[in-house]
């Protein structure tokens, strides 16, 4: 099977090689893909080399799949033509998520929805992922009628910029800025750039991904995002009201019993997630477990998981796992 990897000289296209690998995807050919000034480069797979091409050159090469992680404006003109050309297109960009004709998946949640028309399909924002891994199987259960979610989310979120920026603030050298504040000892309450409302898009994708992603529109979303000096995954403050009563226990139960998912919950011995035991990691953790006692039918949660991988590379292989046992890539 012939599979593109648009962005592949990323931090985000490094992940998805490495995770295709991991997962031995059957890649028969790899078509790595990135900017122009990139082309010629070699890409390491599998202890093979292969020298990243042009994005015309590798739709000539009519790939199975293409993985796209280059940013929205590229996957908004590159996408269309690689489906024109019978490629099955899973974009890591905003460009197409909200987009009414195209499935925005998260292959847990909602895989099967996806037909063989889909050539293009949407990977979600890394934030809106893992909150809703957690949350799915306790929507069935006793039906979402709010939340409210802060995020803690790594630089690695941002890319190689924000990652060169910490560590150079860290080890007291200049060099070039990714934020337009420092990041090391600091936190920076603004991910990607404020709205007309005073939101800014990455707060807006979590609220509108969250309806489309579990199919119900009156769930009521607000969120803040924040970034913070970390690179080992995103981490997550949330407080979900429901219409049902809940038992706490029956909620432990289920979130243990739900695929992808791992609950670190013990407060004697200060079990709990977080980033540094999260990176490298597929999963989604949860912890401190509780009960909101401001108000009724109210549940906290603390989710954290590496945002390259389940957040990104990880989600996007697992849809064309997916799409691959049914038959429908081939």
Partial sequence: MKVSVVGATGLVGNKILQVLAERNFPVT?????????????????????????????????????????????????WAPLFAEAGTTVIDNSSAWRMDKTKKLIVPEINANILTADDKIIANPNCSTIQMVVALNPLHKKYTIKRVVVSTYQSV??????????????????????????????????????????????????????????????????????????????????INVEFENEFDLNEVKEILSNTPGIIVQNDDAAQLYPMP???????????????????????????????????????????????????????
């Fill in 156 to 237: 690695t979120g941002t890319g190689k910029a924000a990652v060169d920026q910490l560590f150079n603030e860290r080890n007291g050298m200049e060099g070039a800025m990714a934020y337009k504040h420092k990041i090391d000892l600091n936190v920076i309450p603004q991910i990607d750039v404020f709205l007309d409302n005073g939101y800014t898009k990455e707060e807006m994708k979590m609220v509108n991904e969250t309806c489309k992603i579990l199919q119900n529109k009156s769930i009521k979303v607000t969120a803040t995002t924040v970034r913070i000096p970390v690179i080992g995954g995103h981490s997550e403050s």
């Fill in 276 to 330: 540094l035991n999260a990176h490298e990691k597929d999963e989604v953790f949860v912890g401190r477990i509780r009960r909101d006692e401001s108000q009724p039918k109210t549940l906290n949660l603390w989710i954290v998981s590496d945002n390259l991988r389940k957040g990104a590379a990880t989600n996007a292989i697992q849809i064309a796992e997916y799409l691959l046992s049914k038959g429908l890539l081939k």
């Fill in 29 to 77: 050919e790899l078509i790595p893909v990135a900017s122009e000034k990139s082309v010629g480069k070699e890409i390491d797979f599998k202890e093979k080399k292969y020298k990243v091409i042009s994005m015309e050159n590798a739709i000539a090469a009519k790939p199975a799949l293409a993985i796209f992680s280059a940013g929205g404006n590229t996957s908004l003109q």
